[in-house]
């Protein structure tokens, strides 16, 4: 993956590669559509991106919860669909 420096991101910006491949894209899309592309949605996108609003503490939470809830259901889900070592063998 390329590595995404200020010199190398839109308009000199600490971007992470994701996020200045997220604003090329609604550029490209918009100049394809004869659209202007510096729109205050751009000015929006770039705020949020450079400066992402803080969750609150109790959204947080919610989402630790939710995303330990998905991993440990994945976990074992993972124990019950592995197949068995002599499975598909022939007994004797």
Not at 27 to 33: K, Y
Not at 77 to 90: E, F, H, K, M, N
Request: glycine fraction near 6%; include cysteine.
């Amino acid at each position: 993956m390329k590595e995404s420096r200020p010199s190398t991101t839109f308009r000199g910006l600490p971007l992470t590669p994701e996020q200045d491949s997220e604003i090329r894209h609604y550029i490209h899309t918009r100049e394809r559509s004869g659209a202007p592309w510096d729109t205050p949605e751009l000015a929006a996108m770039l705020a949020d991106m450079l400066d992402p609003p803080e969750l609150a503490v109790e959204e947080r939470k919610s989402i630790d919860d939710c995303t330990r809830t998905e991993h440990a259901t994945a976990l074992s889900g993972a124990d019950t669909d592995a197949v068995p070592s002599d499975a598909g063998q022939r007994g004797a």
